[in-house]
Every structure is written in structure tokens, then in C-alpha cells.
């Protein structure tokens, strides 16, 4: 039985106008201080929900009440913002 004829591909290349351009593959990398201060805060946000919670709620300050949950989960979510712009 003959072999049949193996067909070869044409190599695929995209449109001039789709084809990323040289300034979007050299992107600047991020600052050294970006991810400390991100897991900074990561670290700081968890440490003050758990002094909150640990004290009954005595500490870090009691006058905030509540508060001191907005300002822990608030450390963690400008660390998500921060480690959004890493790359």
C-alpha cells in the first residue's frame, strides 16, 4: 500500500498590525522595595488582627473598637494593590 504525502504546515506569522510592538516586551522591571513593603504590610495586617484578637480586644488600641479590624484587613489589601503592580 503507498504511503500517503505528509503535508507540511505553514508557519504561522501574525499581522503587522496585532504583533506586540519592542517597548511592550522591555518593560521596566519592579523596584527592590516593592515586594519588602508588600509582605511588610502582609505581615503587619496579620500581626495586628491577632494582637486584637489575642488582648480581647484591648490592644493595639481600644479606643478604636472595631476599628483596628479595618485597619488590619486594610494593611493586607494595599499589599494585594502593591504585589497587583509587581512584575
Not at 518593560?27 to 527592590?32: A, E, G, L, N, Y
Not at 508588600?38 to 490592644?59: D, K, P
Not at 493595639?60 to 494585594?80: E, H, I, K, Q
Amino acid at each position: 500500500m503507498p504511503k500517503s504525502q505528509v503535508r507540511k504546515k505553514k508557519v504561522y506569522t501574525p499581522p503587522t498590525d496585532v504583533r506586540p510592538t519592542a517597548t511592550a516586551a522591555t518593560r521596566k522591571p519592579s523596584p527592590v522595595w516593592l515586594p519588602i513593603v508588600a509582605v511588610t504590610l502582609i505581615v503587619v495586617g496579620i500581626g495586628w488582627l491577632v494582637v486584637y484578637y489575642l488582648s480581647e480586644q484591648a490592644y493595639p488600641v481600644a479606643t478604636w473598637g472595631f476599628w483596628n479590624l479595618a485597619v488590619g484587613f486594610g494593611a493586607m489589601v494595599a499589599s494585594l494593590i502593591l504585589l497587583s503592580r509587581w512584575r
